[in-house]
């Protein structure tokens, strides 16, 4: 048996060689993905400004909940939330008191840029110099920082803005200033700027008086826990400082577990789906080989294990090698995201053996089961068979199991599609969109033969219009219904998936984006950090009629995650319509709060009813409803005081409306631009990551139209031996590949527009948006694909004498 495996494998390379890039590419990618989702739960960040302290005290940064089950059971949960959250400074007097506990030294930090430059790119904080010991910062040149005008900032910032002792420069923050540098550190952090004020600056720009964002210490770790114990601090030591130095890293982190899992999910059901029908093609130009073995007394079980043990030693060479290429495809998207600002440069990717392994696992399963599927069927042909019509492209029946497969997988598609218009929430319903796409494709691919035959039916009529290519082309098509549907499936998968992929970001952006313009009536936007005290300069200003602060957060109502705005009541008539359908938002204030329909409709409240919810920085509290509005996508699902937000983020600047005249030479522009800026971000990172699947699905569609042509070789020679000219015989494969091209697309287009419809449904209440030059982008692609996949391998087929490839091939 293994001789004939072997043999086999030899003597038919071009057909293996299909399934073997396929398997390849799907382990590429199953490891790209598991690599990310290896660092979601493995990945860890050093700590930088707390090096120096072995001990780290901070506020808990995730908000809990437990939940009674049954039979008195109780689960446990936390989810992390989306500000630092602070400390009492008393909670430093409790563990300056513990026993064995020395060198206490308590930090805050703030947003705090020198020059107003943003940091150059890097987090740029300000704390109080008493906070120096934390790292240690030494001072290199100067002083200390003891008047409320004087700073010391780190020698790398020294050296890139020119800076020494002396020096005057504007620090941008919450209150922004010019301060004198008293001092150069001779130390610098890699991945953040650090600028240290006088400990009473630092309290009043942080505007967090009384309060604390990090206590270090040196002592028995026992001897800390102890001493916070009964209050909301958590104590960190080795390398879980860093997590809670770099909150963004840890969100990051979290976040590539969601995304590495719903990737790789995704990226294996494609697999699945382009490995079984690329193995299905393979095993199907074979069937006159397979029907001789058994005119020679092999059994059925002898078939199975022969094309298993193919499709095993295919899987075990293309495994591996597949998972190699996942390793550095997983950096290049480290690399993508990094330059996205979605993934920190201090949290590098955790490379352990399990992807790898994992990988090559999946593609030598994959492979096998693809094969012993794909062979129940073929191990059935009669030995009869083979003296008659066994020939690759015969006909056959519609197999009454496949059919009642279909209509089952169809069924199911249409439960998914009823699930996701009733999903409202992003992190609900990406993975189900994915999910609806491909299994209604899994459908079509079930259904194929019965689909190709009467999508041929219906073409074969204008095919036929052209005398001879169309004509052969139409006789081909109706006699191959099983290698139509071969190919028809990957081509409506790349089509269909690559509309949904597009087009989900097109329409949530172009919601947020609608509501967004016809929502802010100010005439000018300023933004996006405008400090509180620049407004209300702006808002004195002769001209303006009116001016509202916006400021933006995420908060977390019974652990779910929801976008909040925090604005000026004064003049909000005249700069924003929520278009608010009950309610009022006059009473708007610090214990007070609006929700838009669709958060109101998945919490169950209305106006007058109280709602539990913890703010960015975990505090909870339980604001009256006072009005319920439309425009959710554009401004968030809550809207809040801005006084009330300011005092719970980690930024309190953010953007402001303008109704009136600004003054002269104010940087301004406006509401679209700024909605369409946060929706590009969110939609880039999101292409990254499912274009892989695009591209892996583009070379499914290659792989499997150049192994279904080449497999036409003595079919094509035979043409030609009959009379039929080169120029005919590309001429038919040309109106079968476009005949092929609009089945696919036309079942692509359906698919996408079934599950975009179902998702605008739930996430936007209206219909998608669908760019029609976009769409036609997608099929065009998928067109010029199957053109060259199919034209390339018929010319090198062809380029032998027409008698040769015929001994060669038969």
């Given at each position: 048996m293994l001789w004939l495996v072997l043999s086999t494998l030899r003597h038919r390379k071009a057909g293996f060689a299909g399934a073997f890039v396929a398997l390849l590419c799907a382990a590429a990618l199953v490891c790209a993905c598991g690599v990310l989702l290896d660092t979601g739960l493995r990945g860890s960040v050093a700590p930088e400004r707390y090096a120096g302290a072995p001990v780290v005290v901070t506020g808990d940064q995730f908000v809990h909940k437990t939940i009674e089950k049954k039979e008195g059971k109780q689960k446990h949960k936390a989810k992390a939330i989306a500000e630092r959250a602070w400390l009492p400074a008393s909670v430093a007097d409790e563990v300056r008191n513990a026993d064995g506990v020395r060198n206490v030294i308590t930090e805050v930090s703030f947003p705090a840029e020198i020059g107003g430059s943003g940091g150059g790119g890097r987090e740029s904080w300000g704390h109080g110099w008493e906070s120096a010991a934390l790292t240690p910062f030494t001072i290199h040149q100067g002083r200390a920082p003891t008047a409320s005008d004087e700073?010391?900032?780190?020698?790398?910032?020294?050296?890139?803005?020119?800076?020494?002792?002396?020096?005057?420069?504007?620090?941008?923050?919450?209150?922004?200033?010019?301060?004198?540098?008293?001092?150069?550190?001779?130390?610098?952090?890699e991945h953040q700027t650090a600028v240290f004020f006088s400990t009473a600056e630092a309290e009043r720009l942080s505007g967090?008086?009384?309060?604390?964002?990090?206590?270090?210490?040196?002592?028995?770790?026992?001897?800390?826990?102890?001493?916070?114990?009964?209050?909301?601090?958590?104590?960190?030591?080795?390398?879980?400082?860093?997590?809670?130095?770099?909150?963004g890293a840890e969100k990051s982190r979290i976040k590539l577990i969601s995304m590495g899992g719903a990737l790789g999910g995704t990226a294996l059901l494609v697999a699945i789906l382009?490995?079984?029908g690329t193995f299905a093609l393979s095993v199907q130009q074979r069937e006159r080989e397979i029907a001789l073995l058994r005119?020679?007394?092999?059994?059925?079980?002898?078939?199975?294990?022969?094309?298993?043990?193919?499709?095993?030693?295919?899987?075990?060479?293309?495994?591996?090698?597949?998972?190699?290429?996942?390793?550095?495809?997983?950096?290049?998207?480290?690399?993508?995201?990094?330059?996205?600002?979605?993934?920190?440069?201090?949290?590098?990717?955790?490379?352990?053996?399990?992807?790898?392994?994992?990988?090559?696992?999946?593609?030598?399963?994959?492979?096998?089961?693809?094969?012993?599927?794909?062979a129940r069927r073929t191990a059935r042909i009669r030995p009869v068979e083979a003296l008659g019509d066994a020939a690759p492209g015969r006909g056959g029946g519609r197999g009454v199991v496949r059919v009642l497969a279909g209509l089952a997988v169809t069924?199911?598609?249409?439960?998914?599609?009823?699930?996701?218009?009733?999903?409202?929430?992003?992190?609900?319903?990406?993975?189900?969109?994915?999910?609806?796409?491909?299994?209604?494709?899994v459908a079509v691919a079930l259904l194929g033969p019965v689909i190709a035959r009467a999508a041929v039916a219906v073409l074969s009529v204008p095919l036929r219009l052209s005398r001879v290519g169309g004509h052969l082309a139409a006789a081909n098509l109706g006699t191959g219904a099983r290698r139509v549907a071969a190919i028809v499936t990957p081509l409506t998968l790349m089509m269909g998936l690559t509309a949904t992929i597009l087009f989900v970001q097109t329409t949530m952006g172009h919601a947020a984006t609608s509501q967004a313009s016809e929502g802010t009536i100010a005439g000018h936007v300023m933004g996006p950090k405008v400090p509180h005290g620049t407004?209300?300069?702006?808002?004195?200003?002769?001209?303006?009629?009116?001016?509202?602060?916006?400021?933006?957060?995420?908060?977390?109502?019974?652990?779910?995650?929801?976008?909040?705005?925090?604005?000026?009541?004064?003049?909000?008539?005249?700069?924003?319509?929520?278009?608010?359908?009950?309610?009022?938002?006059?009473?708007?204030?610090?214990?007070?709060?609006?929700?838009?329909?669709?958060?109101?409709?998945?919490?169950?409240?209305?106006p007058g009813d109280t709602l539990s919810l913890a703010l960015g920085d975990g505090t909870p509290i339980e604001p009256k409803v006072i009005a319920v509005y439309e425009r959710g996508l554009g401004f968030g699902d809550l809207t809040v005081s801005r006084d009330l937000l300011a005092a719970h983020v980690d930024d309190p600047?953010?953007?402001?409306?303008?109704?009136?005249?600004?003054?002269?030479?104010?940087?301004?522009?406006?509401?679209?631009?700024?909605?369409?800026?946060?929706?590009?971000?969110?939609?880039?990172?999101?292409?990254?990551?499912?274009?892989?699947?695009?591209?892996?699905?583009?070379?499914?569609v290659v792989n499997t139209l150049a192994m279904s042509t080449s497999g036409r070789a003595s079919e094509l020679a035979l043409l030609r031996l009959v009379g039929t000219t080169r120029r005919q015989v590309m001429r038919m494969l040309g109106w079968e590949t476009l005949a092929i091209v609009g089945v696919a697309?036309?079942?692509?287009?359906?698919?996408?527009?079934?599950?975009?419809?179902?998702?605008?449904?739930?996430?936007t209440g209206g219909a998608p948006h669908v760019p029609p030059l976009g769409h036609l982008g997608v099929l065009a692609l998928g067109g010029v694909l199957a053109a060259v996949a199919t034209a390339l391998p018929a010319r090198l087929a062809m380029a032998a004498r027409p008698a040769d490839t015929i001994n060669t091939r038969e």
């Open positions: 700073i010391v900032i780190d020698a790398a910032t020294a050296r890139a803005n020119g800076l020494r002792p002396g020096s005057a420069v504007k620090v941008t923050s919450a209150a922004p200033g010019t301060y004198r540098v008293a001092g150069v550190t001779k130390q610098s952090l967090r008086a009384g309060m604390v964002t990090a206590i270090g210490a040196h002592g028995p770790v026992k001897a800390v826990e102890d001493a916070v114990g009964g209050t909301k601090a958590t104590v960190h030591t080795g390398e879980d400082r860093g997590k809670a130095e770099f909150l382009v490995v079984s005119a020679v007394a092999a059994t059925p079980r002898q078939v199975r294990r022969m094309i298993g043990r193919e499709a095993l030693l295919v899987g075990f060479v293309a495994g591996p090698l597949g998972a190699a290429a996942g390793l550095p495809l997983a950096f290049w998207l480290r690399d993508r995201f990094r330059g996205l600002g979605a993934l920190p440069p201090n949290l590098d990717l955790v490379a352990g053996p399990f992807p790898p392994l994992a990988a090559t696992l999946a593609a030598v399963v994959a492979a096998f089961a693809a094969a012993r599927i794909t069924a199911g598609a249409v439960v998914l599609t009823i699930v996701l218009s009733g999903l409202s929430t992003e992190a609900a319903s990406s993975p189900v969109t994915m999910l609806t796409a491909i299994v209604w494709t407004a209300e300069e702006i808002r004195r200003a002769p001209g303006v009629t009116a001016a509202t602060e916006v400021l933006r957060s995420t908060v977390r109502v019974d652990l779910e995650n929801y976008g909040i705005q925090g604005v000026t009541r004064d003049g909000l008539n005249r700069t924003m319509d929520l278009d608010v359908r009950d309610g009022s938002l006059k009473d708007l204030g610090s214990s007070t709060i609006a929700v838009s329909t669709t958060a109101a409709d998945r919490l169950d409240v209305r600047r953010g953007t402001l409306l303008i109704a009136g005249t600004p003054p002269e030479g104010l940087p301004t522009t406006d509401a679209a631009t700024l909605a369409e800026d946060r929706a590009t971000t969110n939609a880039e990172v999101n292409y990254v990551a499912m274009g892989l699947i695009i591209a892996f699905t583009a070379i499914a697309a036309a079942l692509g287009t359906a698919i996408a527009l079934i599950t975009l419809t179902a998702f605008s449904s739930g996430m």
